[in-house]
């Protein structure tokens, strides 16, 4: 029977019953409101090595103790599946197939769905995986670097620690930290097997004096580390991408950090097309935000580049279009990629070959939702120029699909032509009612 390894999204369970069923029990399902038992699927279930399967009828919850001296950081599940009942994998698809390995240490619980060939019916389940005895957790290193994205997980766990939530309804562990100097305490939730963790304040634990971290497991016995040390890594700074057109009235708001009150923090204005970057001062509003408040004197119009820097050194970049103009046409961002890029503005320079495709995105966007029918002919074409030589390229209908916003919006689709000449080219966008856009930031160069 082969095995099958399930990269698996985590489906927080809150748990509707504190009454526990053996597998073979009937309860109701909550999703039909008929009679459910896990032997419409299973004609049994076990996990190698385990201590105790229980099994809750009404959330669909399976319950794993392992034994303390359990020293793997994966499990084995072993699933007799009844005639006709497939096991979904984590691409949607059936297969026979009916044992998981599955890596539980500090991970999300384990979700699976069993349904009839026919897909008549279906279950999904959720297993939640416990280890006796207390966690064993070491500190990886004493001297922890940080920025506003938080720090790296300086940890590991080395056993007592299954799921996480090992049960559900369980609270997620706490990382607090504990300056015992100044009494200072701050404290996050620890999710699971996260790369960074982020603290509100951890500004205020930053410098010589050493601090106290405890991880606080649900029903465990603290775990604590004393002499910790954190210093200030590289600050960060950017801008948001709802907001491209700003006039010479308009602030812009610059988050990140952390940044320091008595630094001094300048935004340059850069394009292909200066000699000379405009250069103005960022307003210090908190740790993790500036402000440019007045922009450059007599700033043409047009698309910038602009960089952000903590004294001399650069610390972020961000890209905007300066009009005083209310209707102004450009174009937001060029790329060559995945075509999800288009939820972020690109800051980098434009080195294309030939042939190449890439995208561009006009500004204004216009927005839909994912079954709108978007009209190619709406897009602007683009301009490149290089001295004498100018190519306009036709765009073909690109959709981005914003999940998360719930919204979709068109994009251009872009070929740089197989015979243009290698160079540097101007980029603009000419709109189908004949508006030539400023050129954009970068110029496109064809190698």
């Known amino acids: 029977m082969k095995k099958l390894t399930f990269l698996l999204l985590f489906i927080s369970a809150a748990c509707l019953s504190n009454c526990k069923k053996d597998s073979n029990e009937l309860g109701p399902d909550p999703d039909t409101g008929k009679p459910f038992a896990p032997i419409q699927f299973l004609r049994s279930f076990d996990v190698t090595d385990s201590e105790k399967v229980t099994f809750d009828s009404v959330t669909k919850n399976y319950q794993i103790s392992m034994p303390e001296s359990y020293q793997s950081n994966s499990a084995e599940l072993k699933m007799s599946l009844n005639k006709n009942v497939v096991l979904i994998d984590s691409l949607g698809k059936a297969t026979t197939d009916s044992t998981i390995t599955y890596n539980f240490k500090g991970n999300p619980p384990l979700s699976f769905t069993l349904r009839d060939k026919e897909d008549k019916f279906a279950g999904t389940f959720t297993v939640y995986f416990e280890i006796g005895g207390e966690p064993k957790v070491e500190l990886l290193t004493k001297t922890i670097t940080v920025n506003t994205n938080g720090f790296k997980t300086p940890f590991k766990f080395v056993s007592g620690v299954g799921t996480i939530p090992a049960r559900p309804g369980q609270a997620a562990p706490i990382i607090k930290l504990t300056n015992p100097k100044t009494g200072f305490t701050d404290q996050t939730t620890y999710n699971q097997n996260q790369d960074n963790i982020v603290f509100e304040s951890i500004d205020k634990l930053v410098g010589p004096d050493p601090v106290t971290m405890e991880v606080l497991f649900a029903d465990k016995n603290p775990i604590k580390f004393e002499g910790v040390t954190f210093t200030r890594g590289e600050p960060i700074s950017r801008i948001s991408d709802s907001k491209f057109v700003y006039s010479t009235k308009d602030s812009v708001f610059i988050s990140g950090g952390y940044f320091l009150p008595s630094t001094k923090y300048t935004v340059k204005f850069t394009n292909d097309f200066v000699k000379t970057p405009a ?45 005083n103009v209310a209707t102004t046409k450009g174009i937001e961002s060029i790329w060559k990629g995945d075509l999800t890029l288009a939820l972020t503005r690109n800051v980098e320079p434009l080195t294309f070959k030939k042939g190449d495709t890439f995208y561009a995105k006009p500004s204004p966007v216009e927005y839909g939702s994912s079954n709108t029918s978007f009209d190619v002919a709406k897009l602007p074409a683009l301009r490149l120029k290089s001295g004498a030589t100018t190519v306009d390229l036709k765009p073909a209908l690109a959709v981005v699909n914003w999940a998360t916003a719930g919204v979709s919006y068109p994009v251009g689709r872009y070929v740089v032509p197989a015979n243009l000449a290698a160079g540097q080219y101007e980029v603009y966008a000419v709109f189908p009612d004949k508006t030539v856009s400023k050129p954009y930031w970068a110029k496109l160069r064809v190698n």
Not at 288 to 296: A, G, Q, V
Not at 297 to 309: E, M, R, V, W
């Open 279 to 323: 250069t103005a001062a960022l307003k210090y509003v908190s740790a993790t935000n500036l402000n440019l408040e007045k922009f450059p004197a007599n700033i043409p119009d047009g698309s910038y580049l602009l960089t952000f820097h903590e004294g001399e050194k650069q610390i972020g970049k961000g890209a905007i279009y300066v009009s």
